[in-house]
């Protein structure tokens, strides 16, 4: 099976991943998954875990979260379900170090994530690089229509998304209040999980943390794989991706 193929071709490629790691893989990466999934602190999980057993200090596991996280959104990247052809581009604002960053998010029209970028301004070159990052791997699957706010950086930034050759000539651009509305929406979704830290205290935190976040919303959004996408099959493919058996499963 490809899946079968897929995993020993991972757990040859990451088995230096755990290396010098005091706790066994599966704990880790459940410890993971758990608080990018959920709205959890890492004290909240530190008590979970002695509850069952496991001494596991929470800043051990937040050094766990921002070592683990990228990989996940790393490896599942290849996974991502094309998008329908028809996009939406906004950002919204993340507290860094008592300071308003922000965050470049894509979605299709029918809500499937597309692509994310923390920035430190929100200006011409963010906006350039958010779509050279959303594009550049797929220039094929570039989106025909694509919905944004009225900001003045986005009309130039497809210019030359076009000219590079990362969108097909002449796309729609539209800028329109009500079809933006999803994907404000959908900043929720992200910044949910972000109501229990308060600000990121650094730039990589941030950067590396909300990655995690952005990928499991990829995870549970599926990825054509089967016509139900329950929690433990979502585990079952985290597991996948650093060639283990079972997340929860020593």
């Given at each position: 099976?490809?899946?079968?193929?897929?995993?020993?071709?991972?757990?040859?490629?990451?088995?230096?991943?755990?290396?010098?790691?005091?706790?066994?893989?599966?704990?880790?990466?459940?410890?993971?998954?758990?608080?990018?999934?959920?709205?959890?602190?890492?004290?909240?999980l530190e008590e979970m875990f002695l509850e069952r057993g496991f001494e596991v200090d929470h800043s051990t596991i937040n050094r766990w979260v921002l070592t683990y996280a990228p990989l996940i959104e790393k490896r599942l990247r290849r996974f991502r379900k094309p998008h329908?052809?028809?996009?939406?581009?906004?950002?919204?604002?993340?507290?860094?170090?008592?300071?308003?960053?922000?965050?470049?998010?894509?979605?299709?029209?029918?809500?499937?994530?597309?692509?994310?970028?923390?920035?430190?301004?929100?200006?011409?070159?963010?906006?350039?690089?958010?779509?050279?990052?959303?594009?550049?791997?797929?220039?094929?699957?570039?989106?025909?229509k694509i919905g944004t706010d009225g900001a003045n950086t986005f009309p130039s930034t497809i210019k030359q998304s076009v000219d590079k050759g990362h969108l097909r000539p002449d796309p729609v651009h539209y800028v329109t209040k009500h079809l933006q509305q999803r994907i404000e929406s959908d900043h929720f979704r992200v910044?949910?999980?972000?109501?229990?830290?308060?600000?990121?205290?650094?730039?990589?935190?941030?950067?590396?943390?909300?990655?995690?976040?952005?990928?499991?919303?990829?995870?549970?959004?599926?990825?054509?794989?089967?016509?139900?996408w329950t929690v433990r099959e979502q585990n079952d493919l985290i597991a996948l991706l650093f060639g283990l058996q079972k997340v929860n499963e020593a």
């Open positions: 099976m490809i899946l079968n193929a897929i995993a020993e071709k991972l757990k040859r490629k990451s088995k230096d991943d755990f290396k010098g790691r005091q706790f066994e893989a599966w704990l880790i990466i459940q410890a993971v998954s758990w608080y990018l999934r959920y709205p959890l602190s890492y004290r909240d329908c052809g028809s996009i939406r581009v906004d950002e919204t604002y993340i507290k860094v170090r008592g300071k308003w960053k922000y965050l470049y998010r894509a979605i299709d029209k029918h809500g499937n994530p597309v692509d994310f970028l923390l920035t430190a301004n929100r200006d011409l070159d963010a906006a350039k690089r958010f779509f050279n990052k959303m594009l550049k791997d797929e220039p094929l699957l570039s989106p025909g910044k949910k999980n972000m109501l229990r830290i308060g600000g990121f205290r650094s730039f990589h935190t941030a950067r590396r943390t909300i990655a995690g976040f952005e990928a499991m919303l990829w995870l549970k959004k599926g990825f054509d794989f089967a016509e139900t």
